[in-house]
């Protein structure tokens, strides 16, 4: 099912996305103090990520959203996903088989050196706090610890909080609602980080949102964590932002200033500028920048709160459509939870500064292509064209298609073979599936290096026009 938004639409011109690109670029020169102080990314080349949870991490959004920022951002950082989530888990497993079982099955060998795990939301069951219960939790949560650990020397485990429960806009079923037990268990996610000396996530960013959300626009806010469990695809987005801020994430995409009065280029980060003219008014330049602006899955579609399943109608079609944005339509859900969580301003800045422009407005073209018309007092203030329709951002769009194919490749040979045929001891079926699993392993492996390929920046040709010519 397709999250009911109402929808607000954006003239049909090829400046598409202006709301986005007026409201979140014409805002003073951004930079994270992380960015400043150059500050290392937490995750390095070589490094394989395994995302363990529930349903919420089964949606396979954050996950996605994770590795798709990864490789726009780091086209050259070589690092491995792997989305391990199955709903109705609990710290002591769930239909899919037991803990242990679940870990060396959907775990282990994948050999993973980093492992974020986000358990919580069924293992309260919905109810007010129980201590029974919740002891069941802090020694389960103890024992996947352990076990990890054991079986995986050196990895470095990721706790992320327990996802909150929408208490917001709805009311609480019960007297202090069923968020503020989950409090509890997030309390002890952290304790039991600090213990162990691991990283811990603190999702309550979601929660902000969506009380800016329902300040703003109470129907919109429902779609933030629709049916109050399950975020949709926009709200698993400020989740994958907390995790990537923890992760000391550049906000950076490439910043680039140029003085046009005295013709020179005062700032230049992650990015090369070459060829720097002007001609009868028109400054052009060239760019070789290191990374790409992040593709939203959610921002130009009604995107399924739920990815369809690999038996989607019955049929084994684990190719559902790639994300393709209608660049002439934005989600009015989306474009508000994403101005809510800033997430422009922590992880997406592209900032382009023209200063020393004769008064008037410029048409912006990369590569030929039109995005934008800005007065010169808005580029002296700086446009993020993160926000904007760019060459860089429809090539952004394509690694995110890759993505995606690869995590459906995923969740097919897990879920809809290896999962099942796990229960069929008969030596014959499971020498038959392993065969099998590897190959479709090796197909998804393929899909990686496409995604590689994709996300290679290539030069663009910047031209600022006077509008009157």
């Not at 363990?52 to 990864?70: K, P």
């Not at 709903?87 to 037991?98: E, I, Q, S």
């Not at 996947?144 to 079923?173: A, F």
């Not at 023209?354 to 410029?362: A, E, K």
Request: aromatic share 10%; hydrophobic share 40%.
């Amino acid at each position: 099912m397709k999250i009911a938004i109402a929808k607000n639409l954006l003239s049909k011109n090829h400046f598409v996305k202006l709301s986005l690109c007026a409201a979140v670029g014409l805002t003073p020169w951004l930079t994270r103090a992380g960015d400043a102080a150059g500050a290392s990314f937490y995750l390095k080349d070589g490094d394989h990520v395994c995302f363990y949870g529930d349903s919420i991490t089964e949606q396979r959004y954050y996950g996605m959203d994770v590795e798709t920022y990864v490789r726009t951002r780091f086209p050259n950082l070589r690092v491995r996903f792997v989305n391990s989530g199955v709903g109705g888990d609990r710290v002591t497993g769930g239909w899919a088989g037991p803990i242990d079982l679940r870990l060396e099955r959907d775990v282990f060998p994948f050999k993973p050196n980093v492992v974020t795990i986000m358990l919580g939301m069924n293992d309260a069951e919905y109810r007010p706090f129980d201590e029974q219960i919740f002891g069941v939790y802090t020694n389960g949560y103890e024992h996947i610890i352990q076990s990890l650990q054991e079986h995986l020397p050196g990895v470095r485990i990721v706790l992320i909080e327990p996802s909150p429960y929408d208490d917001v806009t709805e009311p609480p079923k019960f007297p202090g609602g069923y968020n503020a037990v989950l409090l509890h268990y997030c309390a002890f996610v952290r304790q039991l980080a600090a213990e162990h000396h691991l990283m811990c996530v603190d999702l309550t960013p979601l929660v902000d949102v969506m009380k800016k959300a329902e300040a703003q626009d109470p129907k919109l806010a429902h779609e933030v964590i629709p049916g109050r469990v399950h975020p949709s695809a926009a709200g698993e987005l400020v989740m994958a932002q907390a995790l990537l801020q923890a992760w000391n994430a550049p906000a950076t995409v490439a910043a680039v200033a140029i003085d046009a009065h005295h013709d020179t280029v005062t700032r230049s980060d992650n990015t090369a500028v070459s060829d720097l003219q002007k001609s009868g008014g028109t400054f052009s330049w060239t760019q070789q920048d290191r990374g790409l602006p992040f593709p939203i899955l959610a921002l130009h579609d009604d995107w399924w709160q739920f990815p369809p399943t690999e038996r989607d109608g019955g049929s084994l079609t684990f190719f559902t459509p790639a994300p393709q944005p209608k660049w002439d339509y934005t989600n009015a859900a989306t474009e508000m939870i994403v101005n809510d969580s800033g997430f422009y301003e922590a992880l997406d800045q592209e900032p382009l500064q023209v200063s020393g422009l004769p008064s008037g407005n410029y048409q912006l073209k990369i590569n030929d292509q039109p995005v934008g018309e800005f007065s010169a007092e808005q580029l002296a203030a700086g446009v993020n064209l993160a926000a904007c329709r760019t060459p860089m951002l429809e090539q952004s769009y394509r690694v995110l298609e890759l993505v995606w194919r690869q995590v459906a490749w995923r969740y097919f040979a897990w879920r809809g073979i290896q999962n099942q045929l796990s229960f069929d001891h008969d030596p014959a079926v499971q020498e038959a599936a392993r065969s099998l699993i590897a190959a479709l392993e090796a197909q998804k492996e393929g899909i990686v290096d496409q995604q590689y390929a994709a996300a290679q920046p290539q030069p663009a040709h910047y031209q600022l026009i006077p509008a009157s010519q």
